[in-house]
């Protein structure tokens, strides 16, 4: 999963005094961050450092990422004014981009490199609400009372994650994932109207890609048939639905990728051992599955944990 080094020492010494979104925008950290843990873990592919704010800093929205919070926005959006500014995603607006894929490429060899991006339902949530929110109001209140307004922002933010994620394939990145990182909060029935359309075009757009195309969200257990809809390749699964029932939920051609709880790791090793056994039994219920966390890394995870279950997983599937 995406920030996978930060609970890394060398990590925290790199960013002790750099702010997050000056660590996402130049080249020599952003390559050295994404390079930490296929360093130390031996893992099967990088994962680009970044964040899903980034392209939205990009084209002008006053925003930060404040430690302990997340992305907090100075001007929530909420009116169509506020949605006129937000402009299309051009590779002026993100050269430090191109050029860390440029140089990871290079340094990674035939190790993967997968680019991610913010799905629209969740970049419009921090947009409207000014950041991380519980119950979303300010997002369902608008998607649900002004479904025009809530399509003219949508249409804006899927051209922006687009962007985002071709300038990444086109400087060379193996794969790519979109996150929906709060679609979990809807029902089917809200996501299928008033969000699938948007990402179902990101993914018909990248189509015309020869690379492996990825969907997440947290707490969508009820919506992982519909995130296979989509169009993506493979359907991440967090920790809450067994990888054999997440099967049953997508439609056939789709691999699945998950689902170890990241709290998991902080259990004895024979509990981690145990709980990935599992997994990758279920997993086979599936027509493929790449290993993963049910979602991110925890900053304060041992490395050494990490880098035991790297190995293990590496020993259970060499047969």
């Given amino acids: 999963m995406r920030q996978a080094g930060r609970s890394l020492p060398e990590y925290k010494r790199v960013r002790a005094d750099v702010p997050m979104l000056e660590a996402c925008a130049r080249p020599d950290m952003i390559t050295e961050i994404t390079m930490q843990p296929v360093r130390r873990h031996g893992v099967d592919a990088a994962i680009f450092f970044s964040d899903i704010v980034v392209p939205l800093k990009a084209i002008g929205i006053d925003l930060d990422i404040k430690p302990g919070v997340g992305p907090v926005v100075a001007e929530p959006i909420r009116d169509a004014s506020g949605v006129k500014q937000l402009r299309e995603l051009e590779l002026d607006d993100i050269p430090y981009i191109t050029e860390a894929v440029g140089q990871l490429v290079e340094e990674l060899g035939s190790t993967p490199l997968i680019g991610f991006a913010g799905a629209p339902f969740t970049l419009a949530s921090y947009l409207i609400e000014g950041g991380p929110s519980k119950n979303h109001?300010?997002?369902?209140?608008?998607?649900?009372?002004?479904?025009?307004?809530?399509?003219?922002?949508?249409?804006?933010?899927?051209?922006?994650?687009?962007?985002?994620?071709?300038?990444?394939?086109?400087?060379?990145?193996?794969?790519?994932?979109?996150?929906?990182?709060?679609?979990?909060?809807?029902?089917?029935?809200?996501?299928?109207a008033s969000v699938l359309p948007y990402s179902s075009w990101i993914f018909d757009q990248l189509s015309e890609y020869d690379v492996p195309r990825i969907h997440f969200g947290v707490g969508t257990g009820e919506l992982l048939g519909l995130l296979g809809e989509a169009g993506a390749d493979v359907v991440?699964?967090?920790?809450?639905?067994?990888?054999?029932?997440?099967?049953?939920?997508?439609?056939?051609?789709?691999?699945?990728?998950?689902?170890?709880?990241?709290?998991?790791?902080?259990?004895?090793?024979?509990?981690?051992?145990?709980?990935?056994?599992?997994?990758?039994?279920?997993?086979?219920a599936a027509e493929a599955h790449v290993f993963n966390l049910g979602h991110g890394v925890l900053p304060n995870t041992d490395p050494d944990m990490l880098q035991r279950l790297t190995e293990f997983i590496h020993e259970e599937t060499s047969t």
């Fill in 137 to 192: 109001e300010h997002t369902k209140a608008l998607m649900y009372g002004e479904p025009e307004l809530w399509d003219e922002l949508m249409r804006r933010l899927s051209a922006i994650a687009l962007g985002f994620l071709r300038a990444k394939i086109d400087a060379g990145a193996s794969a790519i994932q979109l996150f929906d990182s709060w679609a979990g909060v809807l029902s089917a029935e809200d996501y299928r």
């Fill in 236 to 284: 991440g699964v967090d920790w809450r639905v067994p990888l054999d029932q997440a099967a049953q939920r997508v439609q056939p051609g789709k691999a699945l990728q998950g689902n170890l709880d990241p709290a998991a790791l902080f259990a004895p090793w024979e509990v981690v051992a145990e709980r990935t056994r599992d997994i990758l039994s279920r997993g086979r």
